[in-house]
């Protein structure tokens, strides 16, 4: 089995030192092959040219060097792309995720498809770290299906099949495990160790939270209706139509037939907004319909996905 570790930096140079000496003494013990795959995020400080002296003097280190700032998700996205392991290992490169946890990934990962590391005892600051995140950690798991006590934590284990068919946008890089679970994947937490940031700074602050929510919303709409938008919307059009329709017709017989003045009644304007925001919905069910058809047909890309294939021909 060969491994990959994919290591997203961005200003790390106190740190990357040591972690590649950590890194390298305990990828020796295991068995078969590893690369190190170290993404410098557009740093601004020594973290390239630290990287670059690492690279010469060890073979199994890759560089990929971005050209700015792209953050940490697309950095794990590089990094994706450029793995050759049938494992590739994920983690932070602040020293806070410890290489001593890798074998014990490694030995999850047999008989799944990822292993996500759980911070029990997490060492972060608890009002603006810990909190948002028990929180954010019990929403996720509740609207996804996918429950996991530590979405965040960046210390995973995937089968090559897994990142090979991520497409992560934004900051999905926390979501990975539900936008994974479509394709049906195994998944298992362990528990890992957790070390306080001892050199340079933290890249977020509480202002994530609501970044984070705002992704868990499109991570549950394409979850539950990504090949059938017009599900997500119809219905609501269809009620909003129908009470709209309701109201009209109601305000219409008592025009017709008592001659009741209606011009100034609130309810017009109610029966009236009800029906273009009814028209307005299915519309936009059959548009996200086309645009599922386009990206599924133009791509290529299966509804479905197949675990085995047992045929005699
Ligand atoms: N990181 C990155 N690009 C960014 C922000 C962060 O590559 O735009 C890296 C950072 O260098 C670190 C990891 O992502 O290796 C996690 O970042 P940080 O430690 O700041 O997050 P925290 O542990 O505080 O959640
Ligand atoms: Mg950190």
């Not at 997203?8 to 295991?30: F, M, R, V």
């Not at 309810?267 to 645009?291: H, K, P, R, S």
Request: aromatic share 8%; net charge positive.
């Amino acid at each position: 089995m060969t491994v990959s570790i994919v290591v997203p930096l961005y200003n790390e140079e106190e740190n990357i030192t040591i972690l590649h000496s950590s890194l390298t003494k305990t990828l020796k013990t295991i068995q078969g092959d590893y690369e190190i795959i170290y993404i410098d995020d557009g740093s601004t400080d020594n973290t390239l040219t630290l990287l670059e002296e690492i690279q010469k003097g060890d073979s199994n280190v890759v560089v990929l060097s971005l050209r700015r700032n792209f953050g940490q998700t697309a950095a794990f996205a590089a990094g994706f792309d450029f793995a050759r392991g049938d494992v590739v290992i994920t983690m932070d490169g602040d020293m806070q995720n410890d290489p001593e946890d890798i074998p014990r990934l490694l030995e999850a990962i047999e008989n799944h498809d990822l292993v996500s590391g759980w911070r029990k005892n997490r060492k972060d600051t608890f009002l603006t770290r810990r909190l948002p995140s028990m929180i954010a950690n019990w929403l996720i798991s509740r609207v996804t299906g996918v429950r996991l006590h530590d979405y965040g934590c960046s210390l995973k284990a995937y089968r090559r099949e897994v990142v090979k068919n991520l497409r992560l946008y934004g900051e999905m890089h926390r979501f990975i495990p539900a936008v994974a679970s479509w394709y049906g994947v195994r998944i298992k937490e362990i528990e890992t160790v957790h070390h306080p940031r001892l050199r340079g700074k933290s890249k977020y602050g509480i202002s994530r939270t609501i970044k984070v929510l705002l992704d868990l919303i499109t991570v549950k709409f394409l979850q539950s209706f990504s090949t059938k938008p017009i599900q997500f919307f119809g219905p609501m059009g269809v009620l909003f139509g129908l009470m709209g329709f309701i109201i009209s017709l109601y305000l219409s017989i008592e025009k017709i037939l008592m001659g009741v003045a209606i011009g100034g009644r609130p309810m017009l304007l109610l029966g009236a907004l009800l029906i273009i925001v009814g028209v307005q919905f299915i519309g936009m069910g059959l548009l996200g319909e086309m645009i599922v058809r386009v990206y599924h047909e133009s791509q290529k890309k299966p509804i479905y996905t197949i675990k085995k294939i047992l045929s005699s021909s």
